[in-house]
């Protein structure tokens, strides 16, 4: 999708259609107030007028996250059509005085919107948008084709993560991750890749990790690439992902693992943040640990009753080999902080369906112990539409993850409380010396949606990219 500035008197007639923005109901002025009248034009509608090559959408304020929802309203409503070009409303600088935001959050409805993932189908879905005029006042022609291409190569890092999330189990193993990381270090200059297998992890005493890969026909994966800024770097960001490209339950079985394909939506989000970081050229070292296996039944299968160590000497009993997630990524956290040392690190997991039940499909629960720093994550990391939830530990859930056999536990019968242990769990593996600086994002709601909303298209939103680099821009 190209997004081309106009000047205003260009902006008001090239292009095979034009999108009018309306706030809420208020149609009094528009050129079509009659028709839209008649079509009974509301607070939330979204009118396509055909005969004069109008589309108006109703918003309820001009703040980005209202664009790229009005405008993914629009894309629906024309996604049959033949246009190729569209014409947008002239933009003045005044509102909300942040133009740029404004630009950016246009170009991420269109881009996020427009994706479907059609692979597979015989009939794919007719993409024939493919030129946006846009007429600015209020800021010079470079800054807002900056803000323009900030927004697409955004939407366009997110859109790499969809396809990896949407990719199914049976083609997309460790293999292909591993693959899928190399391209992107061979890709970028300034982007480097080391992946490490089975004997490495042996080597390394990741045997939680280890146990989890240990019935999957394909090879465990550890994965590091890691981002060089040109310029001087303001400090060292290391993200930790989830890469489970299939999670059955494992012995403690799903009665139904459909979807499960999602739960290497946090791998795939650590890949798509390094391409985001290459693209709008951000001034940290970025460094993405991705901890890749499958969680299969079969002979070789770990079990309920195993007692794992962990990289860092840590005993685990296992009563569920459903909580998978965070076996690896407590080998995968521990790695990271010896190999890495960074100033900060974040993790991303589709952890628990407890964050699910708890937040709602739509939202990411934050952990950690750093209250302050969870609250300025949510607050610069929701700039992006992208909705966060603090979750705060509490000490007698910490108490639920005892063991009698072993240190920790690795997960808690009866489960309430369940985001906060899984997390309560993971800081089990960081130091002290990281305390302050780890963030556990808990994706497992907004990663995935068979339905869909808003400028999500069904299938994976490539959540968490945004919303950590959104995060980024702003710290
Ligand atoms: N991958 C799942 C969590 C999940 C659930 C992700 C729903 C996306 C949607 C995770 O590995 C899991 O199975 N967690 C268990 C933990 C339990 C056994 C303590 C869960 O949430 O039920
Ligand atoms: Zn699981
Ligand atoms: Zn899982």
């Known amino acids: 999708?190209?997004?081309?500035?106009?000047?205003?008197?260009?902006?008001?007639?090239?292009?095979?259609?034009?999108?009018?923005?309306?706030?809420?109901?208020?149609?009094?002025?528009?050129?079509?107030?009659?028709?839209?009248?008649?079509?009974?034009?509301?607070?939330?509608?979204?009118?396509?007028?055909?005969?004069?090559?109008?589309?108006?959408?109703?918003?309820?304020?001009?703040?980005?996250?209202?664009?790229?929802?009005?405008?993914?309203?629009?894309?629906g409503a024309l996604k049959d059509h033949k246009i190729e070009t569209l014409r947008l409303p002239h933009l003045k600088a005044s509102f909300r005085d942040d133009i740029e935001g404004a630009l950016t959050a246009i170009a991420e409805g269109f881009v996020l919107s427009n994706y479907s993932f059609d692979k597979y189908k015989k009939e794919k879905k007719t993409r024939n948008l493919r030129e946006v005029f846009v007429s600015v006042s209020g800021t010079d022609q470079p800054t807002a084709m900056r803000a323009l291409e900030k927004g697409k190569l955004l939407a366009e890092a997110t859109n790499y993560v969809r396809d990896i999330g949407n990719e199914f189990p049976q083609v997309y193993t460790s293999v292909d991750m591993t693959a899928d990381a190399e391209s992107l270090a061979l890709k970028y200059t300034n982007v480097s890749c080391e992946h490490f297998g089975r004997d490495y992890l042996k080597k390394q005493g990741m045997n939680a990790f280890l146990a989890v890969n240990q019935s999957s026909p394909y090879g465990p994966a550890l994965i590091h690439l890691t981002y060089k800024p040109r310029e001087e770097s303001?400090?060292?960001?290391?993200?930790?992902?989830?890469?489970?490209?299939?999670?059955?339950?494992?012995?403690?079985?799903?009665?139904?693992?459909?979807?499960?394909?999602?739960?290497?939506?946090?791998?795939?989000?650590?890949?798509?943040?390094?391409?985001?970081?290459?693209?709008?050229?951000?001034?940290?070292?970025?460094?993405?640990?991705?901890?890749?296996?499958?969680?299969?039944?079969?002979?070789?299968?770990?079990?309920?009753?195993?007692?794992?160590?962990?990289?860092?000497?840590?005993?685990?009993?296992?009563?569920?080999?459903?909580?998978?997630?965070?076996?690896?990524?407590?080998?995968?956290?521990?790695?990271?902080?010896?190999?890495?040392?960074?100033?900060?690190?974040?993790?991303?997991?589709?952890?628990?369906?407890?964050?699910?039940?708890?937040?709602?499909?739509?939202?990411?629960?934050?952990?950690?112990?750093?209250?302050?720093?969870?609250?300025?994550?949510?607050?610069?990391?929701?700039?992006?539409?992208?909705?966060?939830?603090?979750?705060?530990?509490?000490?007698?859930?910490?108490?639920?993850?005892?063991?009698?056999?072993?240190?920790?536990?690795?997960?808690?019968?009866?489960?309430?409380?369940?985001?906060?242990?899984?997390?309560?769990?993971?800081?089990?593996f960081i130091k002290d010396e990281y305390k302050d600086k780890w963030l556990h994002l808990d994706i497992a709601g907004p990663a995935f949606d068979n339905d869909g909303w808003g400028y999500n298209p069904p299938g994976a939103t490539g959540a968490a990219v945004r919303g950590c680099i959104y995060y980024l821009m702003a710290k």
Request: proline share 3%; net charge negative.
């Open 234 to 428: 303001k400090g060292k960001i290391c993200f930790v992902g989830k890469g489970l490209t299939y999670d059955s339950g494992g012995i403690s079985l799903k009665s139904n693992p459909y979807n499960m394909k999602s739960d290497k939506c946090g791998a795939a989000a650590a890949l798509g943040i390094i391409k985001a970081a290459v693209d709008l050229d951000l001034p940290y070292e970025i460094h993405s640990v991705l901890g890749v296996t499958e969680n299969m039944v079969g002979a070789n299968a770990y079990k309920p009753d195993d007692i794992l160590i962990a990289k860092n000497g840590v005993s685990i009993e296992v009563n569920n080999t459903d909580a998978e997630g965070r076996l690896v990524l407590a080998d995968c956290l521990v790695w990271a902080q010896e190999e890495i040392k960074p100033d900060m690190i974040i993790d991303m997991a589709t952890l628990t369906g407890a964050c699910v039940v708890g937040l709602g499909g739509y939202t990411t629960g934050v952990m950690g112990n750093n209250y302050d720093l969870q609250v300025e994550f949510k607050k610069k990391a929701q700039e992006s539409g992208e909705l966060y939830t603090v979750l705060e530990f509490n000490d007698p859930l910490r108490k639920l993850i005892e063991s009698k056999v072993a240190d920790v536990r690795n997960s808690v019968p009866g489960g309430t409380g369940g985001a906060i242990t899984a997390a309560l769990f993971l800081d089990r």
């Open 1 to 75: 999708m190209k997004f081309t500035i106009v000047s205003q008197e260009q902006g008001q007639k090239l292009g095979d259609y034009e999108l009018r923005f309306v706030m809420k109901d208020k149609i009094e002025g528009m050129p079509d107030q009659e028709a839209l009248a008649l079509a009974g034009f509301k607070d939330g509608s979204v009118q396509d007028l055909p005969s004069v090559k109008r589309v108006y959408v109703s918003i309820k304020d001009m703040s980005p996250e209202s664009l790229r929802v009005g405008i993914s309203k629009a894309v």
